[in-house]
């Protein structure tokens, strides 16, 4: 039994794992082997999804199933609902998401034996609802009546039309589709590691999606890019830009959006969000894409040889805010596709399950009297 604590687990494998590869030196991010550059110019959210559950690209015969059990799936229990209406509006999305997931498993028991019918539809309802949660929840909170989901869109399209009741954008639903894709896995992180604790004690993938969600929604894991906004907003225009992170650098105020524990490169999700933030803000005419890229080079300049680079939260908040997503949604968004990785490292938990149990190393005292209250 080893002695020494290693803290917060760095370096230590917890899982043989087949889901996703990370090389941070290279700046290089696969899917089951697939590079995500290849995903994202190639593939569809729905398609990575299958990928990621089932370790393998779907044929047509295979996909076209797939994505209609995600569509029928869609809907939400209108005492979900009924739950959704009843949480505080000033209360954060994160919080209302992990309410309503763990309350949708209420509705769906599932046997202690579960098979792959029940697993496979298990995350079909999770992948599908959890859209449907975020948008339910953003707009009752707002007072407006929730819009009911349509089959004929992708899930990323269907999202928007929740969020707003318009029909989306075609060029805006590529987009959120392609971050989707981004964000569905991302190695043994913070809450990956979670769901799959929660996955060995044999939980339901409602309990260990919830989980999951409750790691995702600390400011040390989801949510940079709402800082990245923050930022972009107090500087205001692309000219105060280099004196604002000249300023920030003398003071060593950590830059959002910069620096990451594995990618000592460019962070390749963020090389590919930045053509894309670029896209979306030459027809908008917003001052945030043209900032960053001033915050970016000075960064650069100072501190590109100790391995600090931009990391997908830089440039993923320009774009979530073109595509008129509140801020404090961005996280509920990053967990829309992370609900299938998360249920991806589900699947391969209890696959070859053994309880998490680690053990600690005790500081405390021992043979210690036990003194009567009066007495202490
Ligand atoms: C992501 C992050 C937590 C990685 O942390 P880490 O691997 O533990 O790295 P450290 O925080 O120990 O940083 C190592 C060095 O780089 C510096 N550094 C790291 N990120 C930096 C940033 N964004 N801006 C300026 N300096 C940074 C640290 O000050 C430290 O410098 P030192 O060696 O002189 O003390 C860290 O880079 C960070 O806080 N970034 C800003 C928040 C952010 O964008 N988070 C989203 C991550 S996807």
């Known amino acids: 039994m080893t002695a020494e604590v290693i803290h917060g687990l760095e370096g230590v494998p917890i899982a043989e794992s087949g889901i996703s590869f990370v090389d941070g ?4 991010l696969e899917y089951r082997g697939i590079s995500i550059e290849d995903l994202a110019e190639h593939s569809t959210f729905e398609e990575t999804a299958y990928l990621l559950l089932f370790g393998k690209l ?19 229990k209108y005492r979900i609902l009924d739950l959704i209406k009843c949480l505080p509006e000033t209360g954060h999305p994160m919080d209302a998401l992990q309410a309503g997931i763990a ?31 975020v948008a339910a929840f953003e707009r009752l909170r707002k007072g407006d009546q929730q819009v009911s989901p349509r089959d004929d869109l992708t899930l990323a399209g269907n999202f928007l039309y929740m969020m707003t009741g318009k029909d989306p954008d075609p060029l805006k639903q590529r987009i959120l589709d392609l971050c989707l894709i981004l964000h569905a896995d991302h190695t043994m992180n913070a809450s990956t590691f979670a769901g799959r604790v929660v996955g060995s004690t044999l939980a339901t993938p409602y309990s260990v999606t919830s989980s999951a969600l409750g790691a995702l929604s600390g400011p040390l894991h989801g949510g940079a890019n709402e800082d990245v906004m923050a930022l972009l907003d107090s500087i205001g225009s692309p000219q105060r830009a280099g004196a604002v992170i000249e300023e920030m650098i003398a003071n060593k105020t950590k830059v959002p959006g910069f620096g990451h524990r594995v990618y000592k490169t460019m962070d390749p999700r963020a090389k590919i969000l930045k053509k894309y933030a670029q896209q979306l803000s ?3 005419g917003t001052h945030h894409f043209e900032t960053a890229l001033v915050v970016e080079k000075v960064v650069q300049e100072h501190y590109q040889e100790k391995g600090i680079w931009p990391n997908v939260d830089f440039f993923s908040g320009i774009v979530y805010t073109e595509l008129n997503i509140p801020r404090d949604c961005f996280t509920p968004v990053f967990a829309i596709a992370r609900m299938a990785g998360w249920l991806a490292h589900w699947l ?3 696959e070859r399950n053994r309880i998490f149990r680690p053990t600690q190393k005790y500081v405390g005292p021992h043979d210690q009297p036990y003194i009567p209250i009066e007495k202490r």
């Open 282 to 284: 030459e027809t908008s």
């Open 348 to 350: 391969e938990q209890v």
């Open 58 to 76: 779907p044929t047509r015969e295979e996909v076209d199933p797939f994505q209609d059990d995600l569509r029928t799936h869609r809907r939400l």
């Open 103 to 133: 309350a949708i498993g209420m509705f769906y028991p599932l046997r202690q034996k579960m098979d792959d019918v029940d697993r496979g539809l298990a995350c079909i309802r999770l992948i599908s609802k959890t859209p449907s949660v």
């Open 25 to 28: 030196k290279a700046g290089r």
